[in-house]
């Protein structure tokens, strides 16, 4: 592994942004070698650019050049042909003034700055009394926004929001060419994640209406994937699958003749049934309870605690 990578991840939640880049890694086949993870996490690894294009949750990533105790003892020149700017970023408490260090950093550098469309990015970041010089890469906008289950043709509370939905995906340990599977797919937000990325999908739920609003939601982005109104035993006659990926009901749904102990147990059971050898199910539980009941199936991975509010907590889950 040769490359040294700083990965500067969204504080949305204190566990899932890490979570996620490690099933890409290893979803992709990736060598990596995790060597800090807080305040900014800092990998080694010989390739970055599908954290770079999949990852929900990541803010910024750089190349670090050199770490350094003083910003005095740093010059560099720019390309004659490249423009450049000095981003800095301090995870210390000293409260600096960041513009200020930006220029005192960059008087520096010898080149031609360009502060708003610059060729290069110098990325400095302020970790422990270190200084990391990395040259950031360009990390594509998720166009989260433009998903966001109100701006779909079919509008649901119960959507998961894309942010949530891509990470999941990515959890599961899938890359392209991969097959996963919701089942109970709603309106269809896995499936309109998995798809942007490459990854093939199967999406069943046993409401119509559902159904309907998942297809005109993967129409409008563009989704190609396989629909199906059933049961989610349904799986089990359309083939094996490398992931379940998946959000199931944990209050008033379409099964109201058959008890959520009885659902999430029959659905746990399926699944086992349905995956490849060293596949893996990423399922979000709505108490401790059902978590436990998952141990009777699956080994237990990885938890992590969603805060609904004040009377709910979700458990997002890596299961294999």
Same mark, same amino acid.
């Given at each position: 592994m040769g490359m040294k990578i700083i990965l500067e991840l969204s504080k949305e939640h204190p566990t899932l942004p890490i979570s996620e880049i490690k099933g890409i890694f290893e979803g992709e086949k990736i060598k990596y070698s995790l060597e800090k993870e807080n305040p900014i996490t800092v990998i080694e690894t010989d390739e970055i650019g599908p954290i770079i294009q999949r990852s929900a949750f990541l803010k910024r990533a750089g190349l670090i050049l050199f770490i350094v105790e003083n910003i005095k003892g740093v010059s560099a020149e720019i390309a004659e042909d490249k423009t450049f700017a000095i981003r800095y970023f301090d995870y210390t408490n000293e409260k600096a003034n960041r513009n200020e260090i930006e220029r005192k950093i960059g008087r520096n550098f010898r080149g031609k700055v360009d502060l708003k469309n610059p060729d290069i990015e110098i990325g400095v970041y302020h970790i422990d009394n270190l200084y990391y010089y990395t040259n950031l890469f360009p990390v594509p906008q998720r166009?989260? $926004?433009?998903?966001?289950?109100?701006?779909?043709? &079919?509008?649901?509370n119960l959507s998961m929001k894309p942010k949530l939905a891509r990470a999941?995906?990515?959890?599961?340990?899938?890359?392209?060419? $991969?097959?996963?599977?919701?089942?109970?797919?709603?309106?269809?937000? /896995? /499936?309109?994640?998995?798809?942007?990325?490459?990854?093939?999908?199967?999406?069943?739920?046993?409401?119509?209406?559902? !159904? $309907?609003?998942?297809?005109?939601?993967?129409?409008?982005? $563009? /989704?190609?994937?396989?629909?199906y109104r059933g049961d989610f035993s349904l799986i089990k006659n359309i083939g094996k699958f490398d992931a379940v990926v998946t959000d199931p009901p944990y209050g008033r749904s379409s099964y109201k003749t058959e008890s959520l102990e009885?659902?999430?147990?029959?659905?746990?059971?399926?699944?086992?049934?349905? !995956?490849?050898?060293?596949?893996y199910i990423v399922m979000i539980?709505?108490? %401790?309870? &059902?978590?436990?009941?998952?141990?009777?199936?699956?080994?237990?991975? %990885?938890?992590?605690?969603?805060?609904?509010?004040?009377?709910?907590?979700?458990? /997002?889950?890596?299961?294999?």
């Amino acid at each position: 592994m040769g490359m040294k990578i700083i990965l500067e991840l969204s504080k949305e939640h204190p566990t899932l942004p890490i979570s996620e880049i490690k099933g890409i890694f290893e979803g992709e086949k990736i060598k990596y070698s995790l060597e800090k993870e807080n305040p900014i996490t800092v990998i080694e690894t010989d390739e970055i650019g599908p954290i770079i294009q999949r990852s929900a949750f990541l803010k910024r990533a750089g190349l670090i050049l050199f770490i350094v105790e003083n910003i005095k003892g740093v010059s560099a020149e720019i390309a004659e042909d490249k423009t450049f700017a000095i981003r800095y970023f301090d995870y210390t408490n000293e409260k600096a003034n960041r513009n200020e260090i930006e220029r005192k950093i960059g008087r520096n550098f010898r080149g031609k700055v360009d502060l708003k469309n610059p060729d290069i990015e110098i990325g400095v970041y302020h970790i422990d009394n270190l200084y990391y010089y990395t040259n950031l890469f360009p990390v594509p906008q998720r166009g989260f $926004n433009e998903r966001h289950p109100n701006k779909r043709p &079919y509008k649901t509370n119960l959507s998961m929001k894309p942010k949530l939905a891509r990470a999941m995906v990515n959890m599961a340990r899938v890359k392209i060419g $991969n097959r996963i599977v919701d089942p109970f797919c709603g309106g269809g937000s /896995i /499936i309109i994640e998995s798809g942007l990325m490459g990854i093939e999908s199967v999406g069943i739920d046993i409401s119509m209406k559902m !159904i $309907n609003g998942c297809i005109a939601n993967t129409t409008y982005y $563009n /989704i190609k994937s396989e629909i199906y109104r059933g049961d989610f035993s349904l799986i089990k006659n359309i083939g094996k699958f490398d992931a379940v990926v998946t959000d199931p009901p944990y209050g008033r749904s379409s099964y109201k003749t058959e008890s959520l102990e009885s659902l999430y147990r029959r659905a746990l059971k399926t699944f086992k049934e349905s !995956i490849k050898e060293n596949g893996y199910i990423v399922m979000i539980f709505p108490s %401790e309870k &059902y978590l436990e009941i998952s141990k009777e199936f699956f080994n237990v991975l %990885e938890t992590h605690r969603l805060y609904v509010h004040k009377s709910l907590t979700r458990y /997002i889950t890596l299961l294999s």
